[in-house]
């Protein structure tokens, strides 16, 4: 995969269509704003100079990282120069969150935001939440969705879910359990799993997936929740044994794994989507050719089975649709954290 352009916005020499792209952003968004705002230099040069940045709310690595650079490479091409990847991680996406929704809205800068950032984290910091998803963003497109795993220690007793859950019931609060931090999906989707198989455990939040898989493949927490792209390898090598997957169907690469359902679990399940984002305001006819950039790029075969081979599969849908997944899944684990009393830590 060729890297990703991570120079300073001051060393980038804009292409000639990426130029294009950038000035016709800037005429769109001088219709939009006040005759008095704008200077001269700032609807032409200034615009015209600029990469466009994707902020992520994670860590290098991860499967959004991944899938935010492999989205970023054909942006390239598609607009004809630079798109820049920038991570920001920490406070469960609000860093990121927070500097997009403060970005001037002229399409430059935009958020590779997920159900854990956008609906989950939200939802735990109610009040005290530092954005609001819906009043401060504009939705452009969804990029991919991805189940989760249920997976304990490779030498660990459990063979099965029923027999995590068993254990578990008998022994209240004995197990522990790791998320990739407290409110994330990793953490939301293990209490719902406690809370429909009706068991008590302690949750040890970790800075992300990969500092948990430590402590969970040496047992010193019993079992955790996480994308199949951090664990997939793991559990195909040993380390790690898959009880379920939180979908309607078995995953391609693990095609032995039940689903949640077939262990005899229905009501868990839970699927983490990643979407793009741009600050509100931005002019509806910028976000439009994002959203064209996006859904033919996504529709690509080589990108769709690239994005498979990380344990996501291809949505490409517009604005509409991802603000149905938004609402959808504020909706739904805003129930369960009401229902279980849950609190951002």
Known sequence: MPAIDDQPPSQHQPRPRLTAFLLGLACIGALYQPMAARPV???TVA???QPVRLLVPFAPGGGTDVAARLLAERL????GGSVIVENRPGATGSIAAREVARAPADGHVLLVGTAGTQAVAPVLAGSRSAFDPVADFMPVA????TPNLIVVPGHSPYVSLA???ADARARPEALSFGSSGAGTVSHLTAELLR???GFKALHVPYRGGAAAFGDLVSGRVQFMVDVPVALVEQVKAG???ALAVTATRR??????VPTAAEAGFPAVQSEVWIGLFAPKGTPGPVVQRLTQAVAAIVRDQAFAERLATLGFEPLGGGPEQLAALLRTDRDRWSQLVDGLGLKAD
């Open 41 to 43: 230099a700032a609807q």
């Open 47 to 49: 615009p015209a100079a």
């Open 76 to 79: 390239q091409a598609a607009l």
């Open 142 to 145: 969804s990029i991919g969705t």
């Open 163 to 165: 027999a995590l859950v």
């Open 195 to 197: 809370f429909h198989a």
């Open 239 to 241: 380390a790690l044994r």
């Open 251 to 256: 995953l391609v690469s693990l095609p032995d």
